[in-house]
Structures are given as C-alpha cells and as structure tokens.
C-alpha cells in the first residue's frame, strides 16, 4: 500500500509560480514512475508530467519549458515546479504512483490561476 499526500496548491497570478509537493509514505526509489496529472471541471484527468526511476521526464506539450518534474529519493517526495502560470493550468492536481501493477493516487491539491 502507498499513500500519497498532496500540498503547495493555492490561488496565484498568471505569470506567477507555485511548486507542488507529493509525500510518498514509502521509499520512491522502488517506485518505476511517478507522475502529476490535473483535472479541471468538465474535463478529463489529464498527464502534466512524469519522472521514471532512472530520472527520465516526460511532459504535457502545454507545460513544455513552464513546468519541471524532479524526485529527492531521500525525502520520499516528488515535486512540479510550475512557472508562468496561465488560467487554463487551474486545476485539481493529483500525484500519481505506479507500484507493482498499481496506480495510487493522492487526494489532489487545488491549483486557481487569477487572470
């Protein structure tokens, strides 16, 4: 079992930035990929980015060179930094990990973007 936990989410200018934090309650360095999806109302949930064990990331071509993805192994915590925010970034952003064949999801953090 992995629990995740979600923080740094909150109301912002656009052009302003936020980083997002994503506690993992067991050791990340076993875990293949972690992930931050986001979800806005109406819409489906959708990838914003990933960072697999080895350290390849992967983004969203609308996050692309605004957002970065890292993983600190020894805390157990992944994060998305998120620069030059827009109103479309609002969403409910959700950590994601993928463990033995298994998708865990933490409870999501709000992200508003003021225009």
């Known amino acids: 079992q992995v629990q995740l936990v979600e923080s740094g989410g909150g109301l912002v200018q656009a052009g302003g930035s936020l980083r997002l934090s994503c506690a993992v309650s067991?050791?990340?360095?076993?875990?293949?990929?972690m992930g931050w999806y986001r979800q806005a109302p109406g819409k489906q949930r959708e990838l914003v980015a990933s960072?697999?064990?080895?350290?390849?990331?992967n983004y969203a071509d609308s996050v692309k060179g605004r957002f970065t993805i890292s993983r600190d192994n020894a805390k157990n915590t992944v994060y998305l930094q998120m620069n030059s925010l827009k109103p479309e970034d609002a969403a409910v952003y959700y950590c994601n990990g993928y463990f033995l064949n298994t998708n865990y999801w933490g409870q999501g953090t709000q992200v508003t973007v003021s225009s």
């Open positions: 067991r050791s990340i360095f076993s875990i293949n990929v």
């Open positions: 960072i697999s064990r080895a350290g390849s990331t």
